[in-house]
């Protein structure tokens, strides 16, 4: 593979237990325990698992929207190189340049008063790459037509548009800094079937003529085998098995992975029961054994160890 653009190591980010001011201080929530990967250039690296896993706030330790706890955090672009956790003010504002984030519900993340235009330029103006505004505005009107929408849409409000256009308008916005890494958190979940479709391929597109990199966040499997080039299974804020996207579906190792697999196609085996439990600071063993239908006594008394199935496979299980 190609020198990694990101790579994460041990990162994690814990919560106090209890909110308000006079709540007390010790009690931990892990929402991401030591979680590592790394992103390839012109790769696109799947974040895989149910609702609370920790998916989203990975994500968001990437930007730094959320201050990291513990871990590291290395960005390898062209014009900006380091921990992005020990980033300065004017290196994070350039490192966000490279590194943008879409969000998942486009009807929360845009700004209903502005028109598209305002939307997509309010940040470039800021930035040392702005252009000068009649410039700037021929950039967003062609990535407006790149990006499926017309030029002519950019005096119009995000009300406008449909879910899957607005969608494209968020998608627009994150590339008129021409970033190197878009992460695109859960952008497909709330749009219709027929709509997600064409967003996975604008994203493909995208991806090819831009060479980007991205980091696609979803809770469905069955997607993220079909778009994504690697895969990794989060589940109680850690990565439990990681694999290339092609071959996970016929060697997933991890009971976790393969509950997950057998949800959408239940010929294959028992499905996925329960709910996860909230990662505590005192959790022993495997945070999946409670669920796990092939637990054994040390699984709930010893964390499992990481395996290395392969040079691209690895799992966290007694069992494989």
């Not at 895989?48 to 959320?66: D, H, N, P």
């Not at 305002?118 to 410039?135: A, D, H, M, V």
């Not at 256009?165 to 695109?184: D, E, K, N, T």
Request: proline content about 5%; glycine content about 8%.
């Amino acid at each position: 593979m190609n020198t990694p653009i990101l790579t994460v190591s041990g990162l994690q980010k814990r919560f106090n237990r209890e909110a308000g001011f006079f709540a007390p201080f010790g009690e931990f929530v892990y929402a991401v325990n030591d979680v590592t990967f790394e992103l390839n250039k012109t790769e696109t690296y799947a974040l895989v698992g149910e609702s609370g896993c920790g998916k989203t706030t990975t994500a968001r330790l990437l930007i730094r929207m959320y201050e990291p706890s513990a871990g590291s955090i290395y960005y390898h672009g062209s014009d900006l190189q380091g921990n992005v956790c020990s980033m300065n003010t004017a290196q994070l504002r350039q490192y966000r340049e490279s590194v943008k984030y879409i969000f998942q519900d486009p009807a929360k993340s845009l700004n209903p008063r502005m028109t598209v235009e305002e939307i997509l330029l309010c940040g470039y103006r800021y930035s040392k790459k702005w252009p000068g505004r009649q410039q700037a505005r021929k950039e967003a009107a062609q990535i407006l037509e790149e990006t499926g929408l017309s030029a002519a849409d950019m005096d119009r409000r995000p009300a406008d548009f449909s879910g899957g256009q607005r969608q494209r308008i968020s998608i627009a916005r994150g590339l008129i800094m021409r970033p190197q890494v878009l992460i695109c958190d859960e952008v497909i979940s709330a749009l219709d079937v027929s709509i997600q479709g064409q967003i996975l391929n604008l994203l493909l597109e995208l991806r090819q003529n831009r060479g980007l990199s991205l980091i696609f966040i979803t809770h469905d499997l069955k997607v993220a085998s079909y778009f994504c080039d690697r895969i990794g299974v989060m589940y109680h804020g850690e990565i439990v098995e990681e694999a290339p996207a092609q071959n996970l579906y016929r060697e997933a190792l991890h009971p976790y992975t393969q509950l997950l697999f057998a949800s959408f196609s239940p010929a294959r085996g028992e499905l996925l029961r329960g709910e996860a439990a909230s990662s505590g600071s005192t959790a022993n063993g495997c945070p999946f054994a409670p669920r796990c239908p092939k637990a054994q006594t040390r699984c709930t008394q010893q964390r499992p160890p990481v395996i290395q199935k392969s040079s691209e496979h690895r799992v966290s299980c007694f069992l494989a």
